[in-house]
Nanobody, 122 residues
Framework: QVQLVESGGGLVQAGGSLRLSCAAS????????MGWFRQAPGKDREFVAA???????YYADSKKDRFTISRDNAKNTVYLQMNSLKPEDTAVYYC????????????????WGQGTPVTVSS
């Protein structure tokens, strides 16, 4: 049974930082491309960043300056470092796993976590 469990969300002031983690189990983590998405209140879920097993990364254009995705294959964990947070970054953040390809399309990802909420206060 595949499980993706996000953690690290919470309340932070604007300008602050958070590091989200996503621990994976039940799959061969090193074989999967991993992605982060987010869904703000009242909005559609949107792509944030993705990473291949090799470590190569892909970001939504508006995220690449402040967000960094990384992974530790030995720990079966993917991370999202978020800096200079803004109130508009308030959302539930989800990690997802894709076995064949990766990118910004949700349909590429077979497995999803339950999400971790991030609230950025002004």
């Amino acid at each position: 049974q595949v499980q993706l469990v996000e953690s690290g969300g919470g309340l932070v002031q604007a300008g602050g930082s958070l590091r989200l983690s996503c621990a994976a189990s039940g799959l061969t983590f090193s074989s999967y491309r991993m992605g982060w998405f987010r869904q703000a209140p009242g909005k559609d879920r949107e792509f944030v960043a993705a990473i291949r097993s090799s470590g190569s990364t892909y970001y939504a254009d508006s995220k690449k300056d402040r967000f960094t995705i990384s992974r530790d294959n030995a720990k079966n964990t993917v991370y999202l470092q978020m800096n200079s947070l803004k109130p508009e970054d308030t959302a539930v953040y989800y990690c997802a796993a894709a076995s064949r390809t990766y990118g910004s399309m949700e349909r590429f990802y077979e497995y999803w976590g339950q999400g971790t909420p991030v609230t950025v206060s002004s």
